[in-house]
């Protein structure tokens, strides 16, 4: 996450400077980021005060989605300054011209985060509050901080040229002179990536999220291949010898379990069929010989006979052509020996055999005790294993077939409750946590659609506009989930938290885009700083998210992938769709001539004015106040 996270904020300075050509700017609104993300560490300190294994990547989320605000802010400042060239002025009407929409997009991107910790699962809910804390104090730094740094940089440079955005609307513009035609090919394209939804599946094994290579995966799945069984266990505890016996029996029956171990496997089951042959064997073996009495030697040729005739009855299978080869060999060394020599080495090996004998019947003297073995007998790592301080017994249960796949888990899991449903252990535990984090993150979707409605119906005080807004969120979560099905990407543990993601990033642009939706009076045109500041932001966060699918574990490797799936599929709805459907909505009406606020063109024809006064306000070349300033300093008027 940190290699993700230091990658993802040199691409996005990289992306934020081509995209503005110049230096100044972008470093600026990168610094306001950087000091918004120093005062997220002191935010997580008081809120939550560490991170986990979902949280830390609150780095990603922030560079990602954090710069989104200084780019809009600093898109709008940079068009209106191209009009007015003064600092202070333009940055009053950057703040009155995006200010609600950046505030708009930061609080309904903060609600998707913040509605995450309200669900049960804790790594989820602590995530959605550092995220949603993160967010806000971002979005105060775009509209405090960067000001100010804009201010101490530019109001020193009255007459100096600053750079020009890419002319995004320049490129679409052609696009739109056919709006209903545009919108009829944009939605037979969404329905046919609407049929992908159907193969869109949730993936529960946590193998699948696990880096290529690592040797703990790959002698799992070599388990699960060769003998059909998990290293994973459920456990379960007995109160007394009576009742292990009776769980083991319980569990041992079920079809989902391939065996149980415990600390009874020591100990006979059959204690009174087997005391009595232990005792016999005791007996017997009572008036043992301290030393192995010398035993007669078979003359070489008789031995070397034998061997023959063992390869002889070896030969008839096919299997023991190893054994004939060493028995020849035998046979050869004993023929290449001295007769004395071989006499000698025969003895001493019987010598030996006998000797090894008496020793292993000393020892099984020793152990044919009829008495039942205690636990005092066992090694104390074995009993401290499977006996607890309080003297409860512990039980392993073995899973039967592939427990990763969710179905046989489900299986094993809801069997093992039905003998003892106080089993925990691996599977039990990772069962639970695969179907909480999944359904915490539906959760987190629907009570953060929920509230960024209500946010944005406060904002816009309008469902028509409300609902404008929303399109390019839900035209773009249908398009990402239908090229997920037809990929087949599956949603798993490490990704779905793109929810809330899309959510912010979806609603956000549509906001923006509505906002100077509202601005304009007659036929929609999309202003050059909102194109090129959705553009811009989009493309940010494909590349602070798509650092990740540089990362070995193939779970942020997924979440990197789709992400930078669901911010293209809005950015087209974004920049494509909804402006589209803007256009031919107000087609029949009188176009406009100013791209940005009348109040910023009344400010700029009063400063002609004043440089004037020959003119009279009534005149023609006054009749459009944001005209006049354009014209004298030789700048285009953009449609």
Partial sequence: MLEASLLSLIGVVCLFVAGFGGVRHPLMTVGALLLAMAWSMGYITLAVGHLNILSISFGVILIGLGIDFGIHYVARYLQIHGVLHNCDDALLQTASGVGPGIITGAVTTA??????????????????IIAGGGILLCCAAAITVLPAMIHLADSKRPHQILPAPLDVYGWLGPLFRKPRLLLVVTGVLTVALSLGMSRLWYDHNLLNLQPEGMESVELERKLLNESDQSVWFALSMAESPKELFVLKRRFEQLDSVERVEDIARFFPADHQQTSPIIERIHGRLANLRERSPTIPVDP???????????????????????????????????????????????????????????????????????????????????????????????????????????????????????????ATGNPLQTYEASRQMKRSYEQAGWYALAAILVVLYVDFRSLRYTLLAMVPLALGMVQLFGLLGFLNVPLNPANMIVLPLILGIGIDDGVHVVHDFRRQKGRYRMSPSTASAVLITSLTTMVGFGSLMIANHRGLQSLGRVLTLGVSCCLFTSLVMLPALLVWVTRNRVDAEEPIDSTAGKIAAQKALRRDPAHHPGTSRHAVPGRVHREQHGVESHP
Avoid at 111 to 128: R, S
Avoid at 306 to 329: D, F, I, Y
Avoid at 402 to 411: N, R, V
Wanted: proline share 6%; aromatic share 8%.
């Fill in 300 to 422: 070489p040729d008789r031995l070397g006979k034998m061997l023959a005739r063992g390869q002889v009855l070896l030969s008839v299978n096919p299997r023991t052509v190893k054994t004939q080869r060493q028995l020849e060999q035998i046979r050869d060394k004993l023929r290449q020996m001295p007769l004395v020599e071989c006499w000698d080495r025969l003895d001493k090996y019987q010598q030996r055999m006998a000797g090894d004998l008496l020793s292993r019947l000393h020892m099984l003297r020793a152990m044919s005790n009829p008495e039942p073995p205690k636990l005092t007998d066992l090694p104390e790592g074995l009993v401290t294993r499977f006996v607890g301080h309080r003297g409860r017994y512990l039980l392993k249960i073995y899973a039967k077939g592939d427990i990763w796949d969710m179905d046989a888990m489900e299986k094993f899991v809801y069997q093992v409750r039905s003998v003892d449903p106080r």
């Fill in 111 to 128: 609600i998707a985060f913040f509605t995450a910790g309200l669900t049960e699962f804790t790594g989820v809910a602590e995530l959605g």
